[in-house]
Nanobody, 115 residues
């Protein structure tokens, strides 16, 4: 089992920045991939960024050049640095982890971009 806990969401003005964190615990070495997804009201959950094991990071086109996903293996923590935020980035952001046996989700953290 893997537990994922997100933090760092909040209210920010357009053009501002936020950094989300996802602390992983449990059987973390079983995961071959971690990433961030988001779900806006009335919309389906969508990929934001993911780090496949040993491969380059994948980003959604809508966040390329603005968001940076990184991982600190020593702290078992995944990050999402979000810059130049737009109102359309408003959503609940979820941390995701995948092993051969299961897919894991955190409970999500709300990000609201509004003036």
């Amino acid at each position: 089992q893997v537990q994922l806990v997100e933090s760092g969401g909040g209210l920010v003005q357009p053009g501002g920045s936020l950094t989300l964190s996802c602390a992983a615990s449990g059987d973390i070495y079983s995961m071959y991939e971690m990433g961030w997804y988001r779900q806006a009201p009335g919309k389906e959950r969508e990929l934001v960024a993911r780090i496949p094991g040993g491969a380059s990071i994948n980003y959604a086109d809508s966040v390329k050049g603005r968001f940076t996903c990184s991982k600190d293996d020593a702290k078992n923590t995944l990050y999402l640095q979000m810059n130049r935020l737009k109102p359309e980035d408003t959503a609940v952001y979820y941390c995701n982890g995948r092993s051969l046996r299961a897919t894991y989700w955190g409970e999500g953290t709300q990000v609201t971009v509004s003036s």
